[in-house]
C-alpha cells in the first residue's frame, strides 16, 4: 500500500486510539450507572422516576446526566408526552438495544458467577489482611 493509498488517522476508527469516538462512547457505556440504565431500559421503556427506582442507589442529578450522555451517544431517547402533569418517557434507539444485549449477556455471566466471585474476593482480602 502506498502513502497515498493509507488511510488517514482521522478515518481509523478503533477503541484503542485516544481520539476515537467509539473510544468516548466506551467510556460513557461502561460507567457503573449508564451500564445499569441500559439494562434497566433493555427491559422497557421506563418514566424518570420509575428507572431511578429501578436502578437502587443512583441520584435524581447522577441519573439525569446519565441518560443525557446517552441520548447524546444516540443510545436513548427521551420522549416528553403532551399531558398534565407533562410525561417524559425514556427508551432505547436500535444501537442502545444492541448495547444493552451485549451488557445483558456480560450481567448474566457475573450474576451466575456471583459466588465465585465472592470467594475469590473473601480469599483476595484474607491474603491481603494477612500480608
Not at 442529578?61 to 417524559?88: A, C, F, N, W, Y
Not at 444492541?98 to 491474603?127: C, F, K, M, P
Request: charged letters at 25%; one cysteine or more.
Amino acid at each position: 500500500m502506498t502513502d497515498q493509498e493509507t488511510p488517514s488517522n482521522e478515518l481509523v476508527t478503533s477503541v484503542f486510539a485516544r481520539d476515537c469516538t467509539s473510544r468516548a462512547a466506551l467510556e460513557d457505556v461502561s460507567t457503573k450507572w449508564s451500564s445499569l440504565a441500559l439494562l434497566a431500559l433493555g427491559e422497557g421503556d421506563f418514566r424518570f422516576n420509575a428507572l431511578r427506582r429501578k436502578v437502587e442507589g443512583v441520584s435524581e442529578k447522577m441519573l439525569s446526566q446519565t441518560l443525557q450522555t446517552l441520548e447524546r451517544d444516540g443510545m436513548v431517547t427521551r420522549e416528553v408526552h403532551s399531558t398534565i402533569p407533562p410525561r417524559v418517557e425514556y427508551s432505547l434507539t436500535a444501537l442502545g438495544a444492541l448495547v444493552a444485549e451485549n451488557l445483558r449477556t456480560l450481567a448474566d455471566l457475573l450474576e451466575a458467577s456471583a459466588d465465585g466471585i465472592g470467594a475469590s474476593r473473601a480469599t483476595y482480602d484474607e491474603a491481603r489482611a494477612t500480608a
